[in-house]
Structure formats: C-alpha cells, structure tokens
C-alpha cells in the first residue's frame, strides 16, 4: 500500500505557472504507474497525465499537451506535474495516484478505475 500527498496547488493569474508534488510513502513510485488527474466543481473527474513505472512512457490528456509535463524522481519518490500556459479552464482540485493493477513497467492508463491509491487533492485556482 502507498499513501499519496500532495502540494503546490494554489492561486494563479492566466498564463502562470505551477509544479504539483506527489509525496509517496510506503512503497517505492517505481513500482506503480502514477497518475494526475483533476476534478472541477460539478463535473466529473477527468484524466490530466501518467507516467509508467520505469519513467519512459508518459501520456496526456489533449487539452494539456505541449503545457503540463509529468515527471518523477525515485530518489525522492515523488511525482510532479508541471503547469504552465495556465488557464482559467484549468481550475481544479488536482489529484495524484498510483495503479496497482498496471503491471508493465511501461504501460500508463488513464482510466480513473484502474487507479487504486488516491491522495487528498491540491486547489489549483487559475484567474483570467
């Protein structure tokens, strides 16, 4: 089992920037595929970005390629994503996971079911 916590989020004028962190505790982030994914006041929650156990592979959700980029450090076991080109769209509470059930090293998804450790989200505030 791994517990997830999260930071950065915050309040941002359009056009900012932002890292999100994803502290893991328990297990080692390279044993899972780790993903972003947020949640927006009366909507559902919506894939933002993965990236595999061994770091190779990562995916986007379209509205973000070429703004946000996931990463990881294992040393640190910690995930970021980073935000920028931000948009008043992007506001959001942001959460991180980790998938237990994805067991290649460079497989991600993006499906919030296949997700099985979930942290407490970050408010992420984007102004126009």
């Known amino acids: 089992q791994v517990l997830l916590v999260e930071s950065g989020g915050g309040l941002m004028q359009a056009g900012g920037s932002l890292r999100l962190s994803c502290v893991a505790s328990?297990?080692?982030?390279?044993?899972?595929?780790m993903g972003w994914f947020r949640q927006a006041p009366g909507k559902e929650r919506e894939f933002v970005a993965a990236?595999?156990?061994?770091?190779?592979?990562?995916h986007y959700e379209d509205s973000v390629k070429g703004r946000f980029t996931i990463s990881g450090d294992f040393a640190k076991n910690t995930v970021y994503l980073q935000m920028n080109s931000l948009k008043p769209e992007d506001t959001a509470v942001y959460y991180c996971?980790?998938?237990?059930?994805?067991?290649?090293?460079?497989?991600?998804?993006?499906?919030?079911?296949?997700?099985?450790?979930w942290g407490q989200g970050t408010q992420v505030t984007v102004s126009s």
């Open positions: 990236i595999s156990w061994n770091g190779e592979t990562t």
């Open positions: 328990g297990r080692s982030i390279s044993n899972y595929c």
């Open positions: 996971a980790a998938s237990d059930q994805i067991t290649s090293i460079v497989v991600i998804t993006y499906r919030v079911y296949e997700y099985d450790y």
